[in-house]
T-cell receptor, first 111, second 113 residues
């Protein structure tokens, strides 16, 4: 039972355009969501997060949107840069110690 | 400030051998985690610890043991390695309170033949 799903394994976007990465979840008890970025041969690094009491959080070029009724969150990167090419994981937690991660989306930003 | 470090970076084991992976963090974080990452599976939680001297099972704990004798260290042990334990292992830590982001180490690539 996959509680956090990233249905797009990969995404290609032109440099300067918007990248939209999606994540769906099934557990309505999740109350905090995070996005991580991972380069090859490195550990994931935290990118941005959102609490379930909000529907949007921005940090520079990165914005996360949360639609609780649809149990859906998305990460927008504007403008996309070649250095953004990486695997992006979404994760969810219910405020306990455990996190559930999606399977990741590989983003390729084309110069 | 090194953050989260993992030792070793690579290891090849034969079936039945044992080994210990070491995770160390210098951020005074209370919570520490061990994950494994397999192709198409995302990150799955093996064990975690909410403080020195405490450990708990995650999603996939079978075949692994852990210890947290010091706050800054979290050890993952494989007593009798199996090919199914071939994976990339990540350690992570985080603060208590309202900060939920985890800080990850660079990973250990383990191959069991």
């Amino acid at each position: 039972d996959q509680q956090v799903k990233q249905n797009s394994p990969s995404l290609s976007v032109q440099e300067g355009r918007i990248s939209i990465l999606n994540c769906d979840y099934t557990n309505s008890m999740f109350d905090y969501f995070l996005w991580y970025k991972k380069y090859p041969a490195e550990g994931p690094t935290f990118l941005i997060s959102i609490s379930s009491i909000k529907d949007k959080n921005e940090d520079g070029r990165f914005t996360v949107f949360l639609n609780k009724s649809a149990k859906h969150l998305s990460l927008h990167i504007v403008p996309s840069q070649p250095g953004d090419s990486a695997v992006y994981f979404c994760a969810a937690t219910s405020g306990t110690y455990k996190y559930i991660f999606g399977t990741g989306t590989r983003l390729k930003v084309l110069a | 400030n090194a953050g989260v470090t993992q030792t070793p970076k690579f290891r090849v084991l034969k079936t039945g051998q044992s080994m210990t992976l070491l995770c160390a963090q210098d951020m005074n974080h209370e919570y520490m985690y061990w994950y494994r990452q397999d192709p198409g599976m995302g990150l799955r939680l093996i064990h975690y610890s909410v403080g020195e001297g405490t450990t708990a099972k995650g999603e996939v704990p079978d075949g692994y043991n852990v210890s947290r004798l010091k706050k800054q260290n979290f050890l993952l042990g494989l007593e009798s390695a199996a090919p199914s334990q071939t994976s990339v292992y990540f350690c992570a830590s985080r603060l208590t309170g309202g900060r939920y982001e985890q800080y990850f180490g660079p990973g250990t690539r383990l191959t069991v033949t």
